[in-house]
């Protein structure tokens, strides 16, 4: 039979070695946590309304050809100004489908500044 002196060191050295072990356990499992990614957020995109992009052009090409704008009528569509006695207005109006329609017209048919207005527009259009 074995004797007491001979039992307590085995006691000790298990006890220690339990200890151990769960002092490693927990060191392991603490340190493996996984942090998921922080979510990704982007940016909104600007969504300019066609609309807008064409009045906008409408009304940079008027500018750019030294129209003076007497009348602005966002809501109408509506567009009028004047260059050396000359009456010039443009529409634009979304149609049906969501497109825009943009017509210039001029009190002078003999004059060429509706197709100057029409060139400026479409470049501003990017077209």
Same mark, same amino acid.
């Given at each position: 039979?074995?004797?007491?002196?001979?039992?307590?060191?085995?006691?000790?050295?298990?006890?220690?070695?339990?200890?151990?072990?769960?002092?490693?356990?927990?060191?392991?499992?603490?340190?493996?946590?996984?942090?998921?990614? %922080?979510?990704?957020?982007?940016? &909104?995109?600007? !969504? #300019?309304?066609?609309?807008?992009? @064409?009045?906008? +052009?409408?009304?940079?090409?008027?500018?750019?050809?030294?129209?003076?704008?007497?009348?602005?009528?966002?809501?109408?569509?509506?567009?009028?100004?004047?260059?050396?006695?000359?009456?010039?207005? %443009?529409?634009?109006?979304?149609? &049906?489908?969501? !497109? #825009?329609?943009?017509?210039?017209? @001029?009190?002078? +048919?003999?004059?060429?500044?509706?197709?100057?207005?029409?060139?400026?527009?479409?470049?501003?259009?990017?077209?």
């Amino acid at each position: 039979m074995l004797s007491l002196k001979s039992v307590a060191p085995y006691k000790r050295e298990n006890s220690i070695m339990r200890a151990l072990i769960v002092f490693l356990t927990i060191i392991l499992f603490s340190g493996c946590y996984y942090y998921p990614p %922080a979510p990704v957020v982007y940016p &909104a995109k600007v !969504s #300019v309304s066609r609309f807008d992009q @064409s009045w906008s +052009a409408a009304i940079g090409a008027f500018s750019e050809q030294g129209v003076r704008i007497t009348a602005q009528d966002r809501g109408a569509g509506v567009v009028q100004g004047t260059l050396n006695g000359v009456e010039v207005a %443009a529409s634009i109006r979304t149609q &049906a489908d969501n !497109s #825009v329609r943009v017509q210039f017209d @001029s009190s002078d +048919a003999t004059t060429t500044i509706i197709q100057r207005i029409t060139d400026s527009y479409n470049s501003r259009m990017g077209r």
